[in-house]
């Protein structure tokens, strides 16, 4: 079985843009099955293509499984079985001996920033870096499948 224990913060915009980072990763996603519960989402970048499936255990923690798939079925998948979704760039950052991967949302979702961390278990202590602020992690509103169907745009209605 596939696990992923995932916890997930803001940023402070100012210290992201000073900050050196590498290059990111442009990548569009849409989901087949999406409640509250579990996820089906096809994503792509400019090279590849996964099939994702999650399964919430609790609020950190969920099954997950991911294949590679060819980058044309996934273009196709996309195009005509998902309604919605999102994009993003998505940076690797290494810190303290983790990686942070932050996405920086366009489209419907422009200027939301989040950063998540992958653990070994629920309790694993980690050092943030200055530029993570609050921690977004029991809110749902903030997991791309949410993103997809309730944009960051319409927050404020």
């Known amino acids: ?17 000073r900050l050196d980072k590498p290059g990111g990763t442009h990548y569009r996603q849409g989901y087949l099955l999406n409640n509250s519960n579990q996820t089906l989402r096809v994503r792509i970048s400019d090279k590849q293509g996964f099939l994702n499936l999650k399964s919430k255990v609790s609020q950190v923690s969920r099954k997950e499984y991911e294949y590679e798939i060819p980058l044309a079925d ?33 489209g419907d979702n422009a200027g939301l920033i ?10 694993e202590a980690f050092e943030k870096p200055d530029w993570v602020t609050n921690e ?6 903030y ?15």
Do not use: C, Q
């Open 1 to 17: 079985m596939g696990a992923e224990i995932e916890r997930k913060f803001l940023l402070d915009h100012e210290k992201w843009e």
């Open 74 to 106: 996934g273009i196709e998948i996309l195009n005509a079985f998902t309604k919605n979704g999102t994009e993003k760039t998505r940076y690797r950052i290494l810190f303290a001996g983790k990686t942070w991967e932050v996405d920086v949302f366009s």
């Open 114 to 123: 989040v950063a998540e961390i992958e653990l070994n278990s629920e309790t």
């Open 136 to 141: 977004v992690t029991d809110d749902d509103r």
């Open 143 to 157: 997991s791309n499948a949410s993103l997809s169907a309730h944009p960051f745009k319409d927050w404020g209605t």
